[in-house]
């Protein structure tokens, strides 16, 4: 939304540091705003209701053209949105495992094989579906950013996943967010993470 210049309410509920989580400002709404399957996060887009962070992802991109519009863009996007969904989901795992301090390095041990992967996936093309911006960039930037935090050196034969991640930071609108108060650069999970949280 910000990329594309929309005008939206971008609402936060806070539930404070642990141990003592309050929840009740989203419990209070959850059940009032008409979503199908209420939950965090939700669009409201007219009298389109949503939950599902993909649902969501893909509404827009329809919306503001960033779909695949090729089939050959349409099967990239289909497979790299997967495969970010997998990449993600462990770490994910990671950052809100109690024992992350333990499994870090096993981790960080492991993430250049992922990246080889999204390196040869992207090769030469400026955008993960080709040469035209879509919606699996935004994915892609958000994990490949976090990665660039939490392992810089993890990328040292990767160079255009950093040069594909300076892409995405030097488009001029993303760019204009990404350099606002609006933009929350860290942190990136919630309270209950063991890292990447306040």
Known sequence: LAFKEVDFEDKL???????EFDRSAWLDEKFTLGLDFPNLPYLIDGDVKLT??????????????????TCEEKRRTDVIE?????????????????????????????????????????GDR????????????????????????????SFADFKNLTDFVARMEALPTLNKYLESSACIKWPFNGDMASYGSR
């Open 82 to 122: 997967q495969q970010l969904g997998d990449d993600k989901m462990k770490w994910v795992m990671l950052c809100y495992n109690p024992k992350f301090a333990e499994l870090r390095d096993a981790y960080e041990e492991k993430l250049p094989d992922t990246l080889k992967a999204l390196s040869q996936f992207l």
């Open 13 to 19: 509920y806070s539930c404070g540091p642990p141990p």
């Open 126 to 153: 400026s955008y993960f579906a080709g040469d035209r911006l879509t919606y699996v960039d935004f994915l892609a930037y958000e994990y490949l950013a976090q990665q660039l935090v939490f392992s810089k050196k």
């Open 52 to 69: 599902q962070s993909t649902a969501i992802i893909r509404h827009l991109a329809r919306k503001f053209d960033l779909d695949g519009k």
